[in-house]
């Protein structure tokens, strides 16, 4: 009997502590909310087309966590107005020290800029509105964007592939510089210490590193890079009607419809002499191992990628006057990037494992892949 109610007491106390923990998330919340009166004011507007006078909130709710790593909480927030009640929605991060807070600041209004230089035809690219952003509570908000990440939305495949390789394009420039080989070079060897590897599979990636390095040492490839440019930070919006379309001239009706695409969570960002080809490893090696895993091939992936590239090619030739073929006339990294993320995840695993032997297939999996990548490039 003793027994029964102390497991009931420590029941309710834990029930207790969750809602106490939920009111008070929901009452930081609310504080913080209500210092972006003129922000929802003007979100009531963009729906009504008339400037509420007066603005109260009613409820909010958390979502949903976005981004890879999970960091930014999609929030929706009930509005009562004099003109009726309205919910919008805004994207919370806390970040891990002052410093990132301005620097992620730094990086939103850079992508920003990029996006809205485009022409007119590529305005569904985009990266959500910064609000606010304020380093001593290490605080950042952003419009809130409600749609599906890249894995989750149900478009048709081309579509998205060549859509996301636009926008990275748009994301890179026309930056077209010199890259830090010496810099992959040195990450590759820092990843590959920790790997279970024989001596077969250190001489094959070896050999392959040094081709793939030669590749990058006689292109001019180098650019801003985004970093991590993984699947879970692209989102899908809705899809919106055009305005001032000439209905009569239209060959396509799709046209009539854009389908905004958003980079979200900028946290890191480098310098223009890293390889853009490393942003588009990150984004494939992930799909790619799950192809390799579960049929044994990396086709699908492979007409993934081309498709992205030719997205990106048109974007890129836009704005630079370049295709990837002249920023690189000894052939693209491709497999490199894509390896070094796979020998990544093999080193995490390792290292979450603690010597638990089970991990050992998918580590293998990862490095058989990697190397197939690295001697025989995917495309």
């Given at each position: 009997m003793d027994k029964e109610m102390t497991r009931q007491n420590e029941a309710w106390n834990g029930k207790a502590n969750e809602i106490r923990e939920k009111m008070r998330y929901t009452e930081l919340l609310t504080k913080i909310v209500s210092c972006f009166e003129d922000h929802l004011k003007t979100a009531v507007e963009k729906v009504t087309q008339l400037r509420p006078r007066f603005i109260t909130i009613n409820d909010i709710t958390s979502i949903r966590k976005m981004g890879r790593t999970g960091k930014i909480h999609l929030v929706s927030v009930n509005l009562g107005t004099d003109a009726g009640s309205f919910t919008t929605m805004i994207a919370l991060k806390i970040s891990s020290s002052p410093r990132k807070v301005i620097q992620e600041a730094e990086n939103s209004q850079m992508l920003t800029q990029r996006l809205e230089q485009l022409p007119a035809d590529f305005d569904y690219l985009?990266?959500?509105?910064?609000?606010?952003?304020?380093?001593?509570?290490?605080?950042?908000?952003?419009?809130?964007?409600?749609?599906?990440?890249?894995?989750?939305?149900?478009?048709?495949?081309?579509?998205?592939?060549?859509?996301?390789?636009?926008?990275?394009a748009a994301i890179h420039g026309s930056q077209a510089d010199r890259i830090d080989v010496d810099?992959?070079?040195?990450?590759?060897?820092?990843?590959?210490?920790?790997?279970?590897?024989?001596?077969?599979?250190?001489?094959?990636?070896?050999?392959?590193?040094?081709?793939?390095?030669?590749?990058?040492?006689?292109?001019?490839?180098?650019?801003?890079?985004?970093?991590?440019?993984?699947?879970?930070?692209?989102?899908?919006?809705?899809?919106?009607?055009?305005?001032?379309?000439?209905?009569?001239?239209?060959?396509?009706?799709?046209?009539?419809?854009?389908?905004?695409?958003?980079?979200?969570?900028?946290?890191?960002?480098?310098?223009?002499?890293?390889?853009?080809?490393?942003?588009?490893?990150?984004?494939?090696?992930?799909?790619?191992l799950q192809e390799f895993r579960q049929f044994g091939t990396i086709n699908e992936t492979r007409k993934d990628i081309l498709t992205f590239l030719l997205g990106y090619n048109q974007v890129l030739k836009l704005i630079a006057r370049k295709d990837l073929a002249d920023l690189y006339p000894h052939g693209v990294p491709i497999g490199f990037h894509m390896a070094y993320n796979l020998f990544l995840g093999a080193r995490e695993l390792i290292r979450r494992a603690r010597g638990d032997e089970k991990v050992l297939p998918e580590v293998e999996d990862r490095i058989l892949l990697g190397i197939q990548l690295l001697q025989n490039d995917i495309i």
């Amino acid at each position: 009997m003793d027994k029964e109610m102390t497991r009931q007491n420590e029941a309710w106390n834990g029930k207790a502590n969750e809602i106490r923990e939920k009111m008070r998330y929901t009452e930081l919340l609310t504080k913080i909310v209500s210092c972006f009166e003129d922000h929802l004011k003007t979100a009531v507007e963009k729906v009504t087309q008339l400037r509420p006078r007066f603005i109260t909130i009613n409820d909010i709710t958390s979502i949903r966590k976005m981004g890879r790593t999970g960091k930014i909480h999609l929030v929706s927030v009930n509005l009562g107005t004099d003109a009726g009640s309205f919910t919008t929605m805004i994207a919370l991060k806390i970040s891990s020290s002052p410093r990132k807070v301005i620097q992620e600041a730094e990086n939103s209004q850079m992508l920003t800029q990029r996006l809205e230089q485009l022409p007119a035809d590529f305005d569904y690219l985009k990266t959500p509105k910064l609000i606010h952003s304020d380093p001593e509570s290490r605080l950042l908000i952003y419009e809130g964007i409600f749609g599906q990440t890249y894995t989750e939305t149900k478009l048709e495949r081309t579509f998205k592939a060549k859509t996301v390789g636009k926008l990275l394009a748009a994301i890179h420039g026309s930056q077209a510089d010199r890259i830090d080989v010496d810099k992959y070079k040195g990450l590759m060897a820092l990843v590959l210490i920790d790997l279970p590897l024989s001596d077969q599979h250190t001489r094959d990636i070896s050999l392959a590193v040094d081709f793939s390095l030669s590749k990058m040492r006689h292109s001019i490839g180098g650019s801003l890079i985004f970093a991590d440019f993984h699947m879970d930070n692209v989102i899908f919006g809705q899809s919106i009607k055009r305005d001032n379309l000439d209905y009569s001239v239209l060959k396509d009706m799709s046209a009539v419809y854009k389908q905004n695409v958003y980079i979200i969570d900028p946290e890191y960002m480098y310098p223009g002499d890293s390889d853009r080809f490393e942003d588009i490893g990150t984004f494939f090696a992930y799909q790619c191992l799950q192809e390799f895993r579960q049929f044994g091939t990396i086709n699908e992936t492979r007409k993934d990628i081309l498709t992205f590239l030719l997205g990106y090619n048109q974007v890129l030739k836009l704005i630079a006057r370049k295709d990837l073929a002249d920023l690189y006339p000894h052939g693209v990294p491709i497999g490199f990037h894509m390896a070094y993320n796979l020998f990544l995840g093999a080193r995490e695993l390792i290292r979450r494992a603690r010597g638990d032997e089970k991990v050992l297939p998918e580590v293998e999996d990862r490095i058989l892949l990697g190397i197939q990548l690295l001697q025989n490039d995917i495309i």
